[in-house]
C-alpha cells in the first residue's frame, strides 16, 4: 500500500535556527513530491513540489526541499526559521501513474518557533 | 483574482441530515477536487470532477456525491450524515492536464455533526 510518512507530530525550534521538517514516502515509482502548509482556520498553501531534475527544490517563504530518491525521503528545511513559521506543515505526493492529480497527504507536523 | 472560494463557513448538521458544501474554483482552472481533513490528520481524497465528470474517488462511501457545474464551479454533497463525517472539508483546483501541477485549496469548510 502507497503511504506518506511524518514521523514527528510536533517540531520545536527557535527562532533563527534551522528547520527541518521530515518526510519519507512508500509509492512504487517517482511520485511527484508536495510540500503544503496549513494555518489555522486557513486552507493549505502550496510550498514547493519535486518534479525531476535537481534533488534540491527551493519554493516560497525561503523554503527549500531535498529529494533522496534512495531513502525515499523529501525533507522540508528552512536555514533560519520565523515565528511566523509557526503552522502545520502536510507533505504529499502524487503517483506518476495518476493522470488526474490525487494528492495523497501525510499526517502533518506542527512547527513551533519560539523568540 | 480571486481565488478558491467555499460556502459555507460553518455548518451544523443533526446526525441522518443531508449537506450541500459548495466550491469555487480559482480563475482558469477548471478541474476540482474534494478532500475531508479530520482533526488532528491529513486531507483524505474524495474524488475530482473535470468537464462536469468525476473522474478519480477515493475511498468514501456513496452518501458522497458530487457534481460540477459548466462555470467550473462544484457540490459536495453528503447523505445520512454521520458523526464521523465531521470534519473540515477542502476544495482544490488544478489546470486541466496537470497531474503534477500544483492544487490551489479554499479555506474549507468545517462541518460539525450532532
Known amino acids: 500500500a502507497q503511504s506518506v510518512a511524518q514521523p514527528e507530530d510536533q517540531v520545536n525550534v527557535a527562532e533563527g535556527n534551522p528547520l527541518t521538517v521530515k518526510c519519507t514516502y512508500s509509492?512504487?515509482?517517482?511520485?511527484?513530491l508536495f510540500w503544503y502548509v496549513q494555518y489555522p482556520n486557513r486552507g493549505l498553501q502550496f510550498l514547493l513540489k519535486y518534479i525531476t531534475g535537481d534533488n534540491l527544490v527551493k519554493g516560497s517563504y525561503g523554503f527549500e526541499a531535498e529529494f533522496n530518491k534512495s531513502q525515499t525521503s523529501f525533507h522540508l528545511k528552512k536555514p533560519s526559521a520565523l515565528v511566523s513559521d509557526s503552522a502545520l506543515y502536510f507533505c504529499?505526493?502524487?503517483?506518476?501513474?495518476?493522470?488526474?492529480?490525487?494528492?495523497?497527504f501525510g499526517a502533518g507536523t506542527q512547527v513551533v518557533v519560539t523568540p | 483574482d480571486a481565488g478558491v472560494t467555499q460556502s459555507p463557513t460553518h455548518l451544523i448538521k443533526t446526525r441522518g441530515q443531508q449537506v450541500t458544501l459548495r466550491c469555487s474554483p480559482k480563475?482558469?482552472?477548471?478541474?476540482v477536487s474534494w478532500y475531508q481533513q479530520a482533526l488532528g490528520q491529513g486531507p483524505q481524497f474524495i474524488f475530482q470532477y473535470y468537464e462536469e465528470e468525476e473522474r478519480q474517488r477515493g475511498n468514501f462511501p456513496d452518501r458522497f456525491s458530487g457534481h460540477q457545474f459548466p462555470n467550473y464551479s462544484s457540490e459536495l454533497n453528503v447523505n445520512a450524515l454521520l458523526l464521523g463525517d465531521s470534519a473540515l472539508y477542502l476544495c482544490?483546483?488544478?489546470?486541466?492536464?496537470?497531474?503534477?501541477?500544483?492544487?490551489?485549496f479554499g479555506p474549507g469548510t468545517r462541518l460539525t455533526v450532532t
Open positions: 480563475s482558469g482552472h477548471d478541474t
Open positions: 509509492v512504487s515509482g517517482n511520485p511527484y
Open positions: 504529499a505526493v502524487i503517483s506518476r501513474t495518476d493522470s488526474w492529480g490525487k494528492l495523497q
Open positions: 482544490a483546483s488544478s489546470s486541466p492536464g496537470t497531474a503534477s501541477g500544483e492544487q490551489y
